[in-house]
């Protein structure tokens, strides 16, 4: 978990400075991919409506690389911390293997983000923004609630039946 | 080295420099929402007492134009030192502690723990030098000065001690293994 925590911190910054430093280029890329499948991004020939479109796709995926950056940025510590939390307060080596499977999994939420991205240009902002959300962003948000709400009912519990010892 | 399970402290200075750092990226956002308008006001007479630099022609349509943008990003750099600045304090201490128990040699723990935290704590001043460099020098002038003075040296400097840290934690993991 720890390995874990610290890759999120590593791919964040790099995430941030890839997104900063080459971010013509990325729109670029998108650009080029997005009047490649015309059908696939719902390009209409105008080219009035259609530079909407690609401007809608660049900002959708440039937000999903964004995304990464701050929430792999974020979510690093946090799964130190808790994951160093649920290895001091839970008494029971089943249940804390249980959370930090859960945060280990909850910690890959990020990369949710570059999926999302990455599905944007794939399918289309629409169908790409669904499908990240569906298949990578709410199974692994989901693992993550879960597991710090676990966390905080063992914590809870493993408090009181220190005290009651 | 660590007994088995159990975390080293980071050196204080660190973990005291990361306390500031959250602490300032605190007032920074207080600040922006308190003195919003005085801020945005001396933004503004700052561009407007240098319309050469700013690219200002006299005409009131195309001039408000380009200040709105130096205002726009004059902001977006306060904000981002703010957030920045609270996430990197944070990222400091979960990194520093993992640095001081996950390396075995003094020299590289020491040579790692100075990276993250002299990395971590310049990188958001990067946004606050760029905001404050907006009115005198314009955005893209601020923000190339910002990114060869602060961003990429400290930026850098923290980027290759993560990856460094994520390398040790990895090689240990594969030991253990």
Redesign the interface.
Known sequence: VLFVGALLVAVGESAGAVGGGLRPQIAEYVQTRVVASPERHGLAGSAEYDTEVIAQTVYAVEAGLSFLHTHAQGLGPLVIFTSTMAATVVPWPWARGAVHALLALGALFPAGYLAYSIAVIERGREAGIETAERYVLTPLGSAAIVGLLTLAVLAAVGRRRRRAA | VSAP?T?LVPPLASILTAMLLIAAGELGGASMAKFRIELARWARAGVLARPAVHGLVGVRDVDEQVIDEALVKFDAGLRLFH?HAE??G??I???T??AAT?ARSDRVRRTLVTLLTVGGAGYPVGYLLWSGLIPYRGVEAAKATAEWLVWIPF?GA??VA??W??AL??VR?IRRA
């Open positions: 399970g975390w957030l996430g990197m944070l990222v201490i979960a990194t502690m993992t996950a930026g923290s980027l993560a990856w840290l994520v934690v990895g993991l």
